[in-house]
């Protein structure tokens, strides 16, 4: 603890007498300071014991001494001392009155005491109290570290609460709580996870103080442009010299600990990227053999393949063929972690990674050039994450479709079917076609069930089909335009019934000779003849592209 006045009265080689201000006693004095100034508050900081003679005061003025007591309680001073048998023989009344009256502790120094001798026990006292400190500070390093060696970072958590009584709690890169301690701080830790995301937007290192029921200190954690993780420390009060010691030494052994779990992820993803290598290969033995304990659970169940890209990535993408072999897809697999700062797929990599992790699950994540090409279990939390960020991405669209740069930032992403390691090649082919599905429909998710399940007119419903269509078609609308037949809904009707001349006509309500009139009429305007499957078929297709156009 800091020198406080009552330590300064019970000094026995100080001889102090209390005049005024007993309830104050236990004020902490950052300094004792002499000043025979009239009005020495601009010097003053704050915290200071004021030790005067009363050489340049008119001290036996009331109205004066009001004044100047005021204006030392108003700048913070901690107390006053008054030397007796220099200038006066006793304090003055008026200046003990004032004290009283601004509750200001005025403490009588006897002439035998000299100034500096009351410097020199509050220096000595806060130079014990800073030994102490750092004496403290020195034992929490040594036990946070050994609990962080022993227990992980939960350990170190526990041990940190105790030391500043108060709770703690560790959060990932996407401002989930990973662990409190204790654990009743759980509820508390979940309700920062919104100033948690707003610390993480700010480069690291970064810090910020949140009040509320309890005083809050968040710090991020890494060296990275990005924070790889966060911690929060609640407690009561401000942190003391000892407590602080404490908290930076656990934001070190936690950035240390972060550190190294991003080297261990780039081992990782060298190696994901290996098996994910061997399984489109159609090696998927030898998958599982280098897969070990690290992803051989993945490999275990069904799983599924996701295929990530950005908005811009994949507009580029759009001009080129489109053909290309799986194996050239994963020919040269990124090896260093992505930095996610302003990445989409970065962000993507973070939400799947963190889900897995929070559930235990095992999962593959490996850049792939300007793709991100993901394993994760069927029906488990890596996927679900996935699904809830791009539904997220979906509701904001409307709000930055305005900006002119919003779309370089979206995703688009394609899920395959659920498969196995030997299908492994056939899953990627499936996510990808799901991904040109999700770019064509300007989606940012689609699922390569909803293909099949679906039709496959959505997939038709593009600028160059349209225009097939309309081609098709113009010849026959500018007949009907002159109202010599309505060889259009004619047409529609005939294909509707598979070419059955009674029924198509019913449905139009004319004659079957009349209907087989307009057919011919429709054989000899488009110069094609409608005994050829093929010819039904794209004029069928024709009809339902304009059909859902709404022409």
Partial sequence: MPPTLASLVHHSALKLTVRAGEERLDTPVRWAHASELADPVPYMEGGELLLITALKLDADDPEAMRRYVKRLAGAGVAGLGFAVGVHYEEIPKALVDAAQEEALPLLEVPRRT???????????AIAADQYRAVTAGFAAQRELTRQALNDGPEGLLASLAGQVDGWAALYDASGAVVATAPDWAGRRAARLTPDVERLRD?????????????????????TGRRPRAALAVGTAAALGTAERYALHSAIALLTLTTERSRSLQAAE?????????MLLAGESDHARAVAGDLFGALLDAPFRLILAESASA???????????????????VALAVPDTGGDPLGALAEVVESAAARSGEAVLVVPDGDRLVVLAVDGGAAVAACGEHAAALEAVRASVREQAA????????????????????????????????ARRRGRFLVEHEELAAGSVLPLLADDAVRAFADGLLRALREHDATGRGDLVASLRAWLSRHGQWDAAAADLGVHRHTLRYRMRRVEEILGRSLDDADVRMELWLALKTTAAAGE
């Avoid at 000299?114 to 509050?122: D, E, N, Y």
């Avoid at 700010?202 to 890494?222: I, N, Q």
């Avoid at 993803?269 to 994910?276: D, K, Y």
């Fill in 114 to 124: 000299p100034f500096l001798a009351i410097s020199k026990a509050v220096s000595a």
């Fill in 202 to 222: 700010r480069p690291a290192p970064a810090s910020s103080v949140v009040g509320g029921e309890d005083r809050v200190e968040l710090h991020s954690l890494g």
């Fill in 269 to 277: 993803q060298r190696i994901g990227a290996a098996v994910l290598r």
């Fill in 314 to 332: 994949s507009a580029a993408r759009a001009h080129a063929d489109g053909r290309t072999r799986v194996a050239a897809a994963v020919s040269s």
């Fill in 406 to 437: 919003a779309d370089e930032d979206e995703l688009v992403v394609g899920l395959s079917a659920p498969a196995g390691p030997i299908a492994a090649g056939a899953a990627y082919k499936q996510a990808e076609q799901a991904l040109s599905v």
